[in-house]
């Protein structure tokens, strides 16, 4: 279970609804709502998480009439826990991500009279807490400690009577419009895991290997040429989790020992030498499903490139890591 730092901004789009009963009418459109929301997120292997957070609402007005122009921004407070589940996918965004959001927005008592030549505005706001739920759905994707989601949601705010209204009137004409509190939005969230860093992964490293890991035949799967010495390897399960266990070698010196590997991406830090350096990928099992498989990311610089290595317990998947080496 992981314990992490929540952000969520939302942009979105609410619709107040108007009745005209004058000679000249008022208009109002679709208008934008902002939300921000930090809070407190609980994350399971990364498959299900709970969040538990407050902020603002800020929703703005807008009405016209020939003449005249009257903008109002109302700003509500809110609390809101979060259950989300997550499915993972082999692509570039990780998981799809479905969710339900539910909690309350807190609304103040207020009125505010405007007053300009033969137009009048009244609006009243009408203290309450009702009760909101949230669908939503989107994408998840892990890179170390943090996390991003891109969600579409709809708010559904449980009144019978609108939480503010607008009286508008003029010389030849006079409006009604309200709004309960109902809007579509599209969230950006951020995550940020509350542990400790991980350290990198050193190059010595004595652990136990397979016992037979010197016999098996050696099947070449790929070869990565690099211009830079240090690089860092992502390691992960793109399937089934099926309980798949790995070690690896580079030139023979163990970087990683009687790993587990998951949908949560493995850190290793590694340095080459000069030339020809050989990675090794030994399967202690094979899992449930066979053969043992594991996805590997290379990042060097700015440059990534993706893999996928294969083994079994008579056979050992290597890669060349070629390190261009110039003085």
């Given amino acids: 279970m992981k314990l992490a730092a929540s952000g969520r901004i939302t942009i979105g789009a609410l619709y107040n609804s108007i009745e005209n009963t004058g000679e000249e009418g008022w208009r109002t ?8 929301e930090p809070s407190i997120k609980l994350r399971w292997k990364n498959n299900l ?44 965004v990780d998981y799809i991500a479905l969710g339900i959001g539910a909690g309350f927005i807190y609304h103040s008592n207020d009125q505010l009279k405007k007053e300009q030549g033969d137009f009048n505005v009244l609006t009243n706001s009408y203290k309450g807490t009702p009760l909101f739920i949230s669908p939503q759905i989107g994408t998840y994707k892990r890179d170390e400690r943090f996390g991003y989601s891109l969600m579409l949601q709809y708010t559904y705010v449980y009144l019978k009577n609108p939480f503010i209204t607008f009286d508008l009137s003029s010389t030849n004409s006079a409006a009604k419009s309200s709004h309960i509190g109902n ?38 799967q790929g070869k990565i040429d690099f211009k830079s010495r240090r690089i860092t390897i992502k390691v992960w399960d793109y399937g089934i989790i099926d309980n798949d266990t790995i070690s690896f070698t580079l030139n023979d010196r163990v970087i990683l ?47 990534k490139k993706t893999i996928t290595l294969n083994s079994t317990m008579n056979t050992t998947a290597i890669i060349n890591l070629n390190y261009q080496y110039k003085e």
């Fill in 29 to 36: 459109s679709i208008a934008p709502v902002i939300t921000l």
């Fill in 49 to 92: 998480a709970i969040s538990f957070g407050g902020g603002l609402n800020l929703y703005n007005y807008e009405f016209s009439i020939p003449g005249y122009n009257y903008t109002v921004n109302y700003i509500g407070l809110k609390t809101e826990s979060i259950l989300n589940k997550y499915f993972y996918i082999n692509g570039d």
């Fill in 183 to 220: 809007y579509l939005g599209l969230n950006l969230i951020i995550d940020y895991d509350l542990r400790k860093k991980e350290k990198g992964t050193p190059n010595q490293w004595t652990k136990d290997l397979p016992e037979n890991h010197l016999v098996r035949e050696l099947k070449q």
């Fill in 257 to 303: 020992s009687n790993y587990k590997i998951t949908h949560g991406k493995k850190k290793i830090k590694i340095k080459l030498e000069p030339g020809e350096n050989i990675l090794k990928m030994l399967a202690h099992n094979e899992g449930s499903v066979k053969p043992n498989s594991a996805a590997l990311e290379f990042k060097s610089g700015f440059r």
